[in-house]
């Protein structure tokens, strides 16, 4: 069992040199790795020059919490009930009204003209009321609306409670995959985004050192919606007007425009973007450009055809940052978007509409900088403990084993340059906690160790020579080290997946450990072994 062959010697070096190689840019200088630009440069164009990642707590960086504004979801699906509500009663036959549908103290009134329309009013506004759809997907027995008659022309129709909180989970739930997407486009590394409480939303950027960047990434909706122009209706300077139903007035970028009328239903929306892109308009300005999906296409090449000549407005986030006139049918499906943008807003929009729009506000209620220094403080009482653990357990091994505590040794540090390796190459992101689960590992590897040498020492002592206390003493500890690493890797295993943040980062750091103590401590410490008994070949054990 001691015996290796020669490709097995190769196999086990091989893994010790990758890792050697992957551990090896933590210790060089950035300058010396990479050039200006941020590419490898020397043999760093050929070796491995990833380092580690450095959480937030040990790198310094962003720490921001923001609200999501569910007002402005509940009136936002107030103002769709309430056109629902009136193309609901504009079916034939239609059903007559006293003015148009009203949103009031959060809910939509709907006045009739003749209380004997009341029974068909009431059927078609039931009809708009679904079935909540619960988080698995199937539909409970709950509605969406509550629907009352006041008096014998007057109708009450409110979003019920149940309806209203699935919205909220669901509303956070998408704006936290919205900001991830965002927020990674940004070439920051593994940051942290998690839900905090009923509506808010906590981010963590680690390096990101100005959280009013993040603040802007985060915080803009970017909700694209392209709306047609009503020349006809006469707007105030200071955006007051009268408007028809179905007309709204937005405020504009335009100069000489500081107010538009647009119809509130939209051509097309952001939703139906394949993709934006930053670009350059004809006289070489930065802009946006963009391309809809082959619906959205239909429908913009539709409106473009059947308006030419009118003027369409461009709107984000409830501004009117454009407002062209049409010429001629776009029937391509592309377009660009010019709004007086440097190449940074210009880039950082295309990012957010790739990631695609909030579902709702964000407004940042907390923001604070975690500072270099304090990062750099809490990296070194982190190396101080690793330190310290490692030099008590190669004391402790020194004095309890002798010669075979300094094998002990040799694959302890085998290990560590193995996990800092793999922590490396997979560009796991390594947090305060995370160096404790190193901690954790230098002293589950020499466990190993313990058992096999105890083992050895008992074959000895039962009259085995050297060679063969050792085959056994191997040979007999492997299914105990294998059940003590394996339940310990599923403990990992269900805080990686349960867990989140600085959770997840122990649980990386001690599966890593796991893996890579097992192979230290059982195959590169045998194979040492194995070279000493073949060298020296005693005859006694000293233990």
């Known amino acids: 069992m001691l015996y290796f062959a020669p490709w097995k010697t190769t196999v086990v070096t091989l893994v010790i040199l990758i890792g050697l190689f992957f551990t090896l840019p933590n210790f060089v200088p950035e300058s010396v ?101 619960t988080a698995s997907g199937q539909q409970g027995m709950n509605q969406t609306l509550s629907i009352s008659q006041d008096d014998d022309r007057t109708i009450r129709m409110g979003i019920t409670e149940a309806a209203l909180e699935s919205i909220r989970q669901r509303t956070v739930t998408q704006s936290i995959e919205v900001i991830r997407r965002r927020v990674d486009s940004t070439g920051t590394t593994e940051p942290n985004i998690a839900r905090q409480g009923d509506d808010r939303v906590l981010v963590q950027v680690p390096g990101e050192n100005n959280p009013q960047r993040i603040i802007d990434i985060v915080g803009t909706t970017a909700r694209l919606t392209f709306h047609m122009v009503e020349e006809g209706v006469t707007v105030n300077p200071d955006g007051t007007g009268r408007t028809p139903p179905g007309v709204m007035i937005l405020p504009s970028e335009r100069s000489g425009e500081p107010y538009l009328a647009v119809q509130r239903r939209p051509l097309v929306t952001g939703e139906q973007l394949v993709n934006a892109g930053q670009a350059f308009d004809q006289n070489g300005q930065p802009a946006v450009s963009f391309r809809f999906n082959t619906t959205g296409a239909r429908a913009f090449a ?43 807003t210009a880039t950082d929009l295309s990012n957010m509409l790739n990631a695609g729009a909030l579902p709702a506000r964000l407004t940042p209620v907390e923001q604070r900088t975690v500072t270099a220094s304090l990062g750099a403080d809490s990296v070194a009482r982190g190396e101080t403990a690793v330190l310290i653990g490692f030099g008590l357990v190669i004391v402790f091994m020194a004095l309890a084993y002798g010669f075979f505590g300094i094998v002990s040794t040799l694959a302890l540090l085998a290990n560590i340059l193995l996990l800092l390796g793999a922590l490396s190459g997979l560009q796991a992101t390594l947090t305060l906690p995370g160096i404790a689960g190193i901690v954790l590992t230098i002293g589950m590897a020499v466990d190993a160790n313990v058992l096999i040498f105890e083992r050895v020492r008992e074959e000895y002592r039962l009259g085995r020579t050297v060679t063969t206390a050792f085959e056994a ?16 890797l599923i403990a990992a295993a269900v805080l990686y997946m349960l867990g989140a943040g600085p959770v997840r980062g122990f649980a990386v750091t001690l599966g890593l450990g796991i893996l890579t103590s097992v192979f230290t401590a059982f195959v590169f410490s045998r194979l040492l072994i194995s070279i000493w008994l073949r060298t020296s070949r005693p005859k006694k054990l000293a233990m």
Do not use: C
């Open 33 to 133: 790795r990479l050039d200006a630009n941020g590419e490898p440069k020397g043999v760093f164009t050929v070796l491995p020059h990833q380092t580690i990642n450095l959480g937030l707590d040990l790198r310094g960086g962003s720490h921001l919490v923001f609200q999501v504004d569910m007002d402005e979801v509940r009136q936002e699906r107030l103002e769709n009930l309430q056109d629902d509500a009136r193309s609901a009663l504009r079916e034939d036959p239609p059903v007559l009204i006293s003015g148009s549908p009203a949103v009031v103290e959060g809910q939509v009134i709907v006045r009739l003209s003749r209380p004997e329309d009341m029974q068909r009013a009431m059927e078609r506004l039931e009809e708009l009321s679904e079935p909540i759809t």
């Open 302 to 344: 539709d409106a473009t055809t059947q308006n030419r000549g009118r003027r369409f407005a461009i709107v984000l986030d409830d501004r009117i940052i454009s407002a062209p006139v049409i010429r001629s049918p776009i029937t391509g499906g592309s377009g660009i978007i010019e709004g007086g943008f440097t190449i940074q």
């Open 473 to 488: 003493g191997y040979s007999r500890a492997l299914s105990a080290i294998l059940d003590a690493n394996i339940t310990t």
